[in-house]
């Protein structure tokens, strides 16, 4: 085996000391690389985050804009589906009794064209001091003859100095079909029953109680629902000219006189009290009859 001379040992020496030399410079190099990428990627992360930042606050004033673009159109809907959404008044009364809480009229829109309206009944009524109820249909002769007259009276009482529209009619129809109820009703200006009302349960009440015998027949009553005649078909052709209109008989027209409505309201009131507690009586008493002859 050879071994290496003396003379070769400071070159051997030296050769090892470059070699740590340039081992401790790529480790100090190597630890610079490592801690200068974490640094690298910390700046483009707060690069990011600014850009985003940015982004972000631009993009909010649209943001905003589109949000309160959005809330002024909810609030502007709103009222809007509100008003579709009518709510109907709260009606009550002698009147409402009578005819219910819908009243309809007859508009020709042109000479060919016509349309039918609902009404309230009190806000249609409102202001009318005499109130018909006239019970006709366009299938009955002596109805289309009367009402033309009728019609002209009506006219002429709505144009009276000092009582000025304070006269209405409603119309119960005795029609067969809703084409026969309208073609009718477009020959009368003053209002109507629905003709579900008319021709139904309604309808057959109403002639149950005023004694409808046949048609047609005139019935007149006055703003609080009390009877004052039920002949006015035999009174207008022998009063056209409405001087005894309404007809009242004289105790009526005593008490039309010098009662105040007020007054006369509350009488009505009690005497309609009074009615339902005496037929609600006679009722319970004919319910006990049964039980007591079992027993």
Not at 85 to 108: C, H, N, R, T, W
Not at 181 to 199: I, K, R, V
Not at 256 to 267: C, D, E, G, M, N
Request: one cysteine or more.
């Amino acid at each position: 085996m050879k071994f290496c001379s003396i003379n070769t040992l400071p070159l051997v020496l030296a050769l090892l000391v470059q070699i740590c030399i340039l081992s401790n410079r790529n480790g100090v190099m190597g630890l610079q690389a490592v801690e200068t990428a974490p640094d690298t990627a910390t700046g483009a992360d707060e690069a990011a985050t600014e850009t985003d930042a940015e982004t972000a606050t631009e993009a909010t004033p649209e943001a905003a804009s589109q949000e309160e673009v959005g809330s002024a159109t909810e609030e502007e809907a709103t009222p809007a589906a509100e008003e579709q959404q009518e709510v109907a008044p709260v009606q009550e009364g002698p009147l409402i009794d009578i005819f219910g809480e819908k009243l309809y009229s007859f508009e020709m829109l042109d000479e060919t064209t016509g349309q039918i309206n609902p009404h309230y009944t009190n806000e249609a009524l409102t202001g009318k001091k005499v109130i018909g109820l006239y019970f006709s249909a366009d299938w009955c002769g002596p109805c289309r003859q009367f009402t033309p007259e009728l019609v002209a009276f009506y006219e002429r009482m709505n144009k009276k100095r000092g009582k000025k529209d304070q006269f209405e009619i409603v119309w119960v129809s005795r029609c067969r079909d809703g084409n026969s109820y309208a073609q009718y009703f477009s020959h009368m200006p003053w209002l109507a029953l629905p003709p579900e009302e008319a021709m139904g349960a309604r309808g057959q009440e109403l002639s149950d109680k005023y004694k409808v015998k046949g048609i047609p027949h005139l019935v007149l009553i006055d703003d609080l629902g009390n009877t004052i005649t039920i002949d006015g078909r035999n009174k207008i052709p022998q009063d056209k000219a409405g001087v005894g209109f309404p007809w009242r008989d004289p105790v009526s027209q005593l008490l039309h006189t010098f009662v105040p409505r007020s007054l006369r309201a509350l009488i009505r009131t009690q005497i309609q009290a009074l009615k339902k507690a005496v037929i609600q009586k006679l009722k319970s008493l004919v319910g006990l009859g049964p039980k007591a002859a079992a027993a």
